[in-house]
C-alpha cells in the first residue's frame, strides 16, 4: 500500500504547548468498527448495519483485512514508535466479537509494539457482550472496556432508539470488572426528551452501584439528518432544553463528586488519575494518532486527514495497494494555538496563561471575576474552570480567544 505523506511528528512538543525534548508526544491508534445491529436515532456516527450494506461486499472479515493493510501503511510512514493507547471505537465493536478484537490488537502489536503499561480500551453496547466476551478482552489483552448505557429509564432508551433493558449495562459492567478488566466507564446521556430529574438520578443510582472508576456524560445533541432531528422538526418530541441541561448536569457532577468521581474533563469523571481515559487525553493534549477504519481521523505533527467513509470502499482501495484517504488539512500555527486553547479549557488541569496573548489573560481576569474561572488557580498561571464555567465553556473559549484590549 502507498502511504499517505505525512511530517514526521516533532518529539519537541510538549502538552503545554512549550518545546521540551525530554517529553515525547503521545502516540495513540484509533480503529472504528463501523458496524452496528440497528442505528439509533440520534446517531449520526459513521456506521451501518447488515441492511444498508447488503450486496456492498462489506463484511467484519473484509474491513479486518483492510485494517490490517491499512495498519501495516501507517507503521510504514511513522516509523519506529511505540503505541501508548489503543481505542477500537464505533459503531459496536463488541458486535464483531472479542476474537476479531483480539485480531486488531494483535496487528498493533505486529506493525507497532506497544509501549510498556499501554492502554488498551474498546467501545461495547450492553447487549453484545457476556461474561465469555470479556473473558475473551482480558485474554486478548485490552485493559479497559466503556459501555453505552445512556439511562436506566425504559421510556429514555425508547425515545433514544435503544435496544437494551435498562438494567443490562449495569450487569455487563459488573461481569466486565469480575472478569478481570482494569477500567470500567459508563456513558451516560441526559436532558433527553421526557426525561425528569428523577430519572436521572436513578441512573446514577444505577451507575454507582455497578462500582465503574469511570462515567462519561454527555447533553443531548440532535444533529442534523438524524431520526430525532426529524421527530424535533415533525413536533412529536420537543427540542433539548438548555437550562433543563445545565440543572441536569449539575445533579450529575454532584453526584458523581460525592461518590468520590473527580471531573478531569467537561464531560468526564474518574476514580483517580489512573482511571482516566488517557487515549482521550491524547486528544486534548495535542497528541499524534494514527485512525484505522472507514471514516476515521488522524493526527501527526500538524496534518490532519480522514479516510473514506463507506466500508466496501475502504477496503476496496486498500486491497489495490491505495491510501484510503478521503481529504486532509494542515494545521498553521495560529489554527494549533486556537485548538490548544478550546481543548485544554475542558480540562481540570486548565490551561497555561502563557498560552494566551495580553487580550486573553485581561479576559482571563475578568471571567474569573464572572466566577468562570477559578480564581486561585489563575494566580498560579493556569485558567481552570469553575462549575458555572464548565457549562458556559463555550462563551469563556470564545472570550479568551478574541478578547480585545480594554
Not at 41 to 63: Q, V
Not at 218 to 229: P, Q
Not at 274 to 291: I, V
Not at 366 to 376: C, K, T, V
Amino acid at each position: 500500500m502507498e502511504a499517505a505523506e505525512v511530517a514526521a511528528p516533532d518529539p519537541a512538543a510538549n502538552l503545554d504547548g512549550v518545546p521540551d525534548p525530554e517529553v515525547p508526544t503521545p502516540f495513540g491508534v484509533y480503529v472504528h468498527v463501523p458496524f452496528c445491529a440497528s442505528r439509533c436515532g440520534y446517531c449520526d456516527f459513521n456506521t451501518y448495519t447488515a441492511d444498508e450494506l447488503a450486496d456492498s461486499g462489506a463484511s467484519p472479515d473484509g474491513w479486518l483485512e483492510a485494517v490490517r493493510r491499512e495498519l501495516a501503511g501507517a507503521a510504514a510512514v511513522v516509523g519506529d514508535r511505540r503505541v501508548d493507547t489503543v481505542f477500537v471505537g464505533g459503531g459496536t465493536p463488541s458486535l464483531i466479537g472479542a476474537q476479531r478484537l483480539g485480531a486488531v490488537l494483535d496487528a498493533v502489536r505486529a506493525e507497532f509494539g506497544l509501549a510498556e503499561g499501554a492502554e488498551v480500551t474498546t467501545e461495547s453496547n450492553p447487549e453484545s457482550t457476556s461474561p465469555e466476551f470479556f473473558a475473551g478482552l482480558v485474554d486478548a489483552g485490552y485493559t479497559r472496556v466503556s459501555l453505552g448505557m445512556q439511562s436506566a429509564a425504559s421510556h429514555v432508551l425508547a425515545v433514544l432508539d435503544r435496544r437494551h433493558t435498562p438494567g443490562r449495562a449495569v450487569a455487563a459492567a459488573r461481569e466486565a470488572r469480575a472478569a478481570g478488566i482494569g477500567h470500567v466507564n459508563l456513558d451516560l446521556i441526559y436532558a433527553t426528551p421526557g426525561e425528569t430529574d428523577d430519572d436521572l438520578r436513578a441512573s446514577l443510582d444505577a451507575v454507582l452501584s455497578a462500582g465503574v472508576d469511570h462515567v462519561s456524560a454527555y447533553s443531548l445533541i440532535v444533529e442534523d439528518g438524524t431520526a430525532l432531528a426529524r421527530r424535533v422538526r415533525r413536533g412529536e418530541l420537543p427540542a433539548p432544553d438548555d437550562d433543563v441541561a445545565a440543572a441536569r448536569y449539575e445533579i450529575l457532577d454532584d453526584a458523581l463528586s460525592e461518590a468520590g468521581l473527580r471531573w478531569y474533563e467537561v464531560s468526564n469523571w474518574a476514580r483517580d488519575d489512573a482511571a482516566a481515559c488517557r487515549h482521550n487525553l491524547g486528544y486534548w493534549l495535542d497528541g499524534d494518532w494514527w485512525g484505522a477504519g472507514p471514516g476515521a481521523h488522524s493526527h501527526l505533527a500538524g496534518r490532519r486527514w480522514w479516510n473514506v467513509k463507506h466500508p466496501a470502499r475502504y477496503a476496496a482501495m486498500l486491497a489495490a495497494g491505495e491510501a484510503p484517504e478521503a481529504g486532509h488539512e494542515v494545521l498553521g500555527p495560529e489554527e494549533r494555538a486556537t485548538e490548544r486553547v478550546m481543548l485544554r479549557l475542558r480540562l481540570a488541569t486548565g490551561l497555561p496563561l502563557d498560552l494566551l496573548d495580553a487580550p486573553g489573560r485581561a479576559a482571563a481576569g475578568r471571567a474569573a471575576a464572572e466566577g468562570l474561572l477559578d480564581g486561585a488557580a489563575l494566580e498560579t498561571g493556569r485558567a481552570v474552570l469553575t462549575r458555572r464555567g464548565r457549562l458556559l465553556a463555550d462563551r469563556v473559549v470564545t472570550d479568551l480567544l478574541t478578547a480585545v484590549p480594554v
